[in-house]
């Protein structure tokens, strides 16, 4: 009956050594109020000085996300009184954003969409603050560390689809080395404008924004809760109002902070402080060849070209570190669906179990392309894989030495495999019997072959000569 139309405006901390527009450190303390400056405190007489490390990583996103760059770069003062920014104002960008006209293309339940940007400006991010029954607590530690703000159009229409698209944004940001981008420490944030229309309508319906969600996971529950909620004041003859809210993930449901009859007047003036700042050709240029092949691009040639599907490509792509590792393996090996079963399987599951990422590990994409080459070779089985795997995990050995260590190396020899098999059906005269009766006694059979080598014998060797010995 409803169409759902969602925007997001995302907010990502960018990486540098200092902050956007003053000398302070620009890094995660757990110390309050142990970076900071007299810029960032708004003292009088202060001059900001825009930081160069931060323009550059937000033009290499703005290129990445497909944008135009502007000619020249110009900042505003936006505004308002409340003590997340001391000033009484935040350094941003109004009329010549970072980007313009951009768009992003994700990939949902095996269906391209393009995503289009409608802009992306560089800004100051705001003091963190923790509020209680009676007082709350200011952390500047985070106020003026530099700040990307992406808004979409609003062309999203599932949750789903909000969360592929904060998950390519995400890793756009890895990809590009941009910003860290952990949710877990604030870094990736955004606000979520959700409205329904009638299927057939032309006009959007009113937007509802939602503000300030820090995980994934919450913005498709708050995108469900909040269409939910939407559909039934629609369905019982109510109006939506145009609003802020805020999710709580406890009780999953979204609650009121403030109406919003009208757009809020930031009274946005240039800063007088900040020069516009010519933005080169050459140096656009030059930004643009290191941008890495990015995310979709590597999905579209793991999917179509080696034949990977969807779900393992998406995890493999979701970070630049796995892809890479990944693509080392696959050069070393022309094994390309082997190496993803191993690395998207058993490989992450040690990881997860150790709470690493894929280079904190030992293990290296030659150590595995060496274990799965003994395995495509017959020397190992994939049980036996899954052990070596473990322990090359563990101790950083290479596979080989690993499987002589343990006493690992597969019997595949025709000759010695049928010598064995002679011998226990000899041992077992009533299982040839049983077998020429039409019984189903193959597969145990071949499980005593398994307990007499301890488990050595090549499986696909013993199947064949063990076939050709019980039809003689």
């Known amino acids: 009956m409803y169409k759902t139309v969602i925007g997001l405006e995302v907010h990502c901390e960018l990486k540098s050594n200092s902050k956007n527009f003053s000398s302070a450190r620009n890094g995660f303390s757990d110390i309050p109020n142990s970076n900071v400056s007299v810029v960032d405190m708004g003292m009088p007489g202060i001059l900001p000085v825009v930081n160069k490390e931060a323009v550059r990583n937000s033009i290499k996103m703005a290129l990445a996300m497909n944008c135009e760059i502007p000619k020249y770069l110009t900042f505003e003062r936006k505004n308002y009184f409340y ?32 995503v289009l940007i409608h802009d992306t400006h560089l800004e100051e991010d705001t003091t963190s603050m923790d509020h209680y029954n009676d007082y709350s607590l200011l952390d500047y530690n985070r106020c003026g560390v530099p700040l990307l703000e992406t808004v979409t159009e609003p062309c999203l229409n599932s949750a789903d689809e909000a969360v592929a698209f904060l998950e390519g ?4 940001f890895l990809y590009t080395d941009t910003s860290y981008a952990r949710s877990d420490k604030g870094q990736i944030r955004c606000d979520v404008n959700v ?73 946005y003036f240039t800063d007088p402080n900040l020069p ?22 590597r999905f579209s040639t793991y999917t179509k070209e080696y034949g990977i599907n969807p779900k393992d490509a998406n995890t493999i792509v979701r970070e630049k570190k796995v892809s890479d590792f990944y693509e080392a393996c696959v050069a070393l090996l022309n094994e390309p669906v082997l190496i993803s079963n191993w690395l998207t399987g058993d490989v992450m599951k040690y990881l997860n179990r150790d709470s690493l990422s894929i280079e904190e590990s030992k ?5 595995l392309a060496d274990l799965i080459r003994l395995i495509t070779l017959g020397k190992i089985n994939g049980k036996q ?88």
């Open 276 to 297: 516009p700042i010519k933005i080169e050709d050459d140096w656009v240029n030059e930004i643009k060849r290191e941008i890495p092949k990015l995310h979709n691009e």
């Open 363 to 367: 293990l290296t994409p030659k150590m």
């Open 169 to 172: 944004l995400r890793s756009i």
């Open 83 to 114: 003590p997340d920014l001391p000033k009484g104002y935040q350094i941003t960008q109004f009329k010549h954003p970072i980007g313009t006209n951009g768009y992003v293309m994700i990939n949902v339940n095996g269906e391209d969409k393009k």
């Open 385 to 472: 894989g899954k052990e070596v795997l473990e322990k090359m995990m563990d101790t950083g050995k290479e596979a080989d030495v690993l499987v002589s260590e343990l006493g690992m190396t597969q019997i595949s020899d025709e000759s010695e495999i049928r010598k064995i098999i002679s011998n226990i059906l000899l041992e077992n005269k009533n299982l040839i019997e049983d077998y020429k009766n039409g019984k189903n006694v193959f597969g145990y059979i071949v499980g005593l072959i398994m307990k007499n080598t301890g488990g050595k014998a090549n499986p696909v060797v013993t199947s064949k000569v063990l076939k050709e010995e019980l039809d003689k």
């Open 195 to 267: 409205s329904l229309m009638k299927e057939d309508a032309t006009e959007l319906g009113t937007k509802v924004e939602i503000k300030n969600i820090n995980s994934f996971s919450s913005v498709k529950a708050a995108i469900l809760c909040e269409v939910a909620r939407q559909t039934e004041v629609l369905n019982s003859g109510g109006i939506i109002l145009q609003e802020t809210r805020r999710y709580d993930e406890t009780l999953n449901q979204t609650f009121t902070m403030r109406s919003k009859e009208d757009a809020i007047d930031y009274r």
